[in-house]
């Protein structure tokens, strides 16, 4: 009796730290952590303006992205023209806004494969050890063999190009390097007590994969993806420029790159604002996740978890 | 011995003081929270003195301030620390650079972590020779290293010297980094926990060590450790610390024969007794950490003899002899019945044997390997229903192989039959039938790593109920409810994660978590190795009860022998993966046969 009084009262010498049912998981501690960082908002601007863009430009745009206004390779002429026309005669300034679409949808949807992908293959491997980590890994080796461009060139080139299959293979193309990183935070969980005693009690593979311990390395793979998501933003415009992604006369960033590359001295506009924006992007997207690895670092430190 | 101090006054004590240690406050430093506050000693030329206390009493801090060092986040704001009449904490860098090492030495509690792993131990402990300049030439400091190593018991030949620090045993380890803090014959050694992480027969050694060269070098030595045990046979003197402050000091016998602080007392019977005369008492709750400490004396809310007047007010430092200094309002009271205070008498009725009993687990002629070397070798044991069998052995004996045997953990090969009930179990514990998994249950080492940080308390817990049970919501709520209530946790817990639980309640979450899946039997795989004493003590209380009132068959793995009388009543005793020894408990202790046995039982540390 004595004893069950002086346990409660223990309470009072300990009051509880958070008493809220759910505490934020870790992945959004992560990205609290990160907004604290000027590079990280910094990359959020860039990213939000250059979305907001993509997404508002076709309301705001003066033209049809396919409606001849001038002749080829015109320069600017406010207010009409800002940007000039394009080496068919194109208003530039309409097809910027409405070409940014593509690149920022394939993209999403490239890394969003490649980490579904590549999260569960280094779960797996992680977890399972032995020989279907080996043979998987090996693999997996293989594929990260290919520079990740010519890997989707190859098959772009013998099936055609087909968006779908860009999107697939920039994605599988990202797979391994995802896998890798996945993997070595999935090993390093798997060895804690508390996946043995869910073995013990024999909670289905399935389970103890995602359930313990995936939530354990979100934060690494939120790091992940704002790297892969840089990557697939160069990839998908690469090959749009290469002639294998868009075909005219669709808006596409990449596609305008490569049509008015010949006019760039006469009328630089079409070729330089794509350039400036797809680079833009990009910085955007990198800084973002290195705030969140900077982040990630610091919550690893102070909490002792990771 | 209390005359002997009166008789000599201030006058030849005060020459021989080498360390004193006044006043010291030290804070969190953006907060201004006390870690330590109020904290005098005074150790004089070839004394130990132990610094006893629970985590977060603020013992390790006080012992790197010596050093004038603190770690991130912590800050000196007032005292002095003075050897030999200097001041440290007024020292320049340079002159800091100068004495740590030189005068002052520190021997940390992980040596594996603190010596460099790239670096022959040679040239670590020259380095540390060399930086201070000791002697005058290189044959003079080789001498010196020989000298050392000698010392410490360690061979000094050239091979020896040339090795990496991960090819020496976590032993020698601790006993070079002992080498390297008298290398430059310090005044001042403070040693941090030097033996927590090692085996009995090991930590003995290093005892006797630290022992000898304190005394023949007259330094002067601060033990810090929470284990009284540790302390009882080395220390002269003793300081208890608790939430930061020195609540008690004197020498050994006045703290242990009449302490007149209650924690004092309560930490005394926390100690698990070898010779189980005396039953483990632990002490509910856990020691504050800075920033949430009570106002007045922060024992009282763990305090049966705590009045309205201990809830307001620290208490002052009172003198009741020469040197013996206590800080508590009832100090007279508690004092008065030290004698008999908190001593309750061990349960022996388990302790004979009951012939028809079943038999729970055998194991019989069980090898197992670990990836191709044998761990085991021809194994046979067995647990009778509603006992308890302690495996006691020391790191590599195979203790928790068998352990996890048993338990269908052990991923490599095993030959030889474990039946549960007269069955065959398979070897995996995925392949076992569900009824089999669930009447096993099995308790991890550390509550740190086996419970997911990720999830709630009451997530952990519905885990064995969603396994086994097919249960409403409203019934696996009342089954949570009933297992934290079994290890006596507040229900308000089932929100929290882990990491805001302290080490001994996440334990409880652990033994919580087996007892929902209601087995008939519990493995406990050196539950009690990551806590302090006093929690250890609850625990052990705890899993005793548990077993008792539920009827549950146990298997006590431990290092410790000194536990075994608290909980079990069969005991093996197992070395280099064979059982040297198996029978009763008070039989095997009282009158052990195997010479492994009685040297574990001379090495365990006792009060």
């Given at each position: ?29 992560t ?57 068919i ?37 992680g ?37 779908w ?8 193309s ?84 490569n ?48 | ?70 770690r ?140 000898d ?12 450790t ?33 302490g ?45 003899w ?6 307001e ?22 004092g ?55 495996l ?38 995925r ?13 991890f ?41 079994q290890v ?11 990491d ?12 919580a978590r ?94």
């Amino acid at each position: 009796m004595n004893d069950e009084i002086i346990v409660n009262d223990s309470e009072l010498v300990e009051p509880p730290v958070v008493h809220a049912d759910r505490r934020p998981s870790e992945w959004l501690m992560t990205i609290r952590e990160a907004w604290h960082m000027r590079r990280t908002k910094i990359g959020v601007a860039i990213f939000a303006f250059i979305v907001a863009l993509a997404v508002v430009g076709p309301w705001i745009a003066p033209y049809s992205p396919t409606q001849f206004v001038a002749p080829p390779y015109a320069s600017p002429a406010p207010p009409k023209m800002w940007l000039g026309s394009d080496y068919i005669g194109h208003d530039v300034l309409t097809r910027v806004f409405y070409g940014g679409r593509t690149v920022i949808l394939l993209s999403l949807a490239a890394t969003l494969i490649g980490l579904g992908l590549g999260v569960s293959l280094g779960l797996i491997t992680g977890y399972a050890r032995r020989w279907i980590d080996e043979s998987i890994m090996r693999i997996l080796d293989v594929v990260l063999a290919f520079p990740q461009i010519v890997l989707a060139l190859l098959f772009v080139s013998i099936l055609g190009p087909r968006l779908w299959l860009i999107v697939l293979m920039v994605g599988i193309s990202h797979a391994p390097r995802i896998a890798r990183v996945a993997r070595a935070a999935t090993l390093e969980v798997a060895q804690r007590d508390f996946v043995r005693a869910a073995e013990a009690f024999g909670v289905p593979r399935w389970k103890i994969l995602f359930n313990e311990i995936m939530p354990s390395i979100t934060s690494p793979l939120l790091v992940e993806f704002g790297l892969r998501l840089t990557y697939s933003i160069g990839l998908i415009a690469a090959l749009s420029f290469l002639g294998f992604g868009m075909q005219p006369p669709a808006a596409d960033w990449g596609l305008m790159i490569n049509e008015n590359r010949l006019g760039i001295i006469i009328q630089p506009w079409p070729v330089v604002v794509p350039v400036l924006l797809i680079g833009v992007l990009t910085i955007g997207t990198n800084l973002i996740a290195d705030g969140l690895g900077r982040a990630l670092i610091g919550i690893e430190r102070d909490t002792g978890v990771g | 011995m209390e005359s002997a101090t009166t008789a000599g006054p201030a006058t030849t004590a005060a020459r021989d003081v080498v360390l004193n240690v006044e006043g010291l406050r030290i804070v969190l430093d953006p907060s201004g929270h006390d870690i330590d506050d109020d904290v005098s000693l005074v150790i004089r030329r070839g004394e130990v003195l132990g610094l006893v206390g629970e985590s977060a009493s603020g013992k390790t801090t006080v012992a790197t301030s010596l050093l004038d060092y603190q770690r991130r986040g912590a800050k000196i704001a007032g005292g002095r620390v003075e050897i030999d009449g200097q001041d440290v904490l007024a020292m320049s860098p340079a002159a800091l650079r100068g004495i740590r090492g030189g005068a002052i030495s520190y021997v940390p509690q992980d040596s594996s972590a603190s010596l460099n792993p790239a670096l022959r131990i040679g040239t670590q402990l020259m380095e540390i020779l060399e930086c201070h300049g000791f002697g005058a030439s290189t044959a003079e400091r080789e001498a010196r290293l020989a000298q050392m190593m000698a010392e410490v018991l360690l061979p000094s030949d050239k091979q020896f010297l040339r090795r990496y620090p991960h090819q020496l045993s976590g032993g020698q380890q601790q006993r070079v980094a002992i080498a390297m803090a008298f290398a430059n014959r310090p005044k001042v050694i403070v040693l941090d926990e030097p033996t927590t992480a090692l085996d009995v027969t090991t930590q003995a050694h290093v005892l006797d060590t630290v022992r000898d060269l304190t005394k023949s070098y007259g330094v002067a030595a601060l033990y810090v450790t929470h284990d009284l045990a540790v302390v009882s046979n080395l220390a002269d003197r003793i300081a208890v610390m608790y939430a930061g402050r020195v609540i008690e000091s004197g020498t050994r016998d006045e703290l242990f024969a009449a302490g007149h602080h209650p924690y004092t007392r309560k930490l005394l019977a926390s100690i698990p007794d070898i010779t189980g005369e005396r039953a483990l008492r632990g002490i509910p709750g856990w020691a504050p950490r800075p920033g949430k400490r009570p106002s007045g004396c922060a024992f009282t809310p763990r305090c049966d003899w705590a009045v309205d007047h201990c809830r307001e007010e620290f208490p002052p430092v009172e003198e009741l002899s020469p040197g013996h200094r206590v800080r508590c309002w009832r100090s007279k009271e508690v004092g008065a019945q030290a004698a008999d205070l908190d001593v309750h008498l061990r349960d022996k009725s388990l302790s004979a044997r009951e012939t028809e009993e079943k038999q729970v687990i055998s194991v019989r002629d069980v090898t197992a390997f670990y990836q191709r070397k044998e761990a085991l070798h021809g194994i046979t044991a067995s647990l009778c229903e509603r006992r308890c069998l302690a495996l006691v052995g020391e790191s590599g004996s195979g203790k928790t192989t068998l352990a996890r045997c048993i338990a269908g953990l052990h991923p490599h090969k095993i030959v030889g039959d474990i039946d549960f009930f007269g069955k065959a179990l398979a070897r995996d514990a995925r392949q076992r039938p569900r009824a089999t998994r669930q009447a096993i249950q099995y308790i991890f080492q550390s509550p740190y790593s086996s419970l997911n940080p990720r999830k709630t308390i009451g997530q952990i817990l519905s885990q064995p109920l969603k396994v086994f049970f097919q249960l409403s919501h409203d019934e696996m709520e009342g089954r949570m409810l009933k297992a934290l209530e079994q290890v006596a946790l507040d229900s308000s817990l089932l929100s929290r994660y882990p990491d805001q639980l302290s080490g001994g309640e996440r334990q409880r979450v652990a033994i919580a978590r087996g007892l929902a899946a209601e087995p008939t039997m519990l493995i406990c795989d050196e539950v009690t190795s990551w806590l302090d004493v006093s929690v250890q003590a609850a625990v052990i209380e705890l899993l005793a009860a548990l077993q008792r009132d539920m009827g549950l068959s146990m298997l006590f793995v431990t290092h410790n022998l000194a536990l075994v009388r608290s909980i079990a009543q069969e005991v093996a005793v197992m070395n280099e993966g064979r059982i040297v020894e198996y029978g009763l408990v008070d039989a095997v202790l009282d009158d052990p046969q195997a010479d492994y046995t009685k040297k574990l039982l001379s090495d365990t540390p006792t009060v």
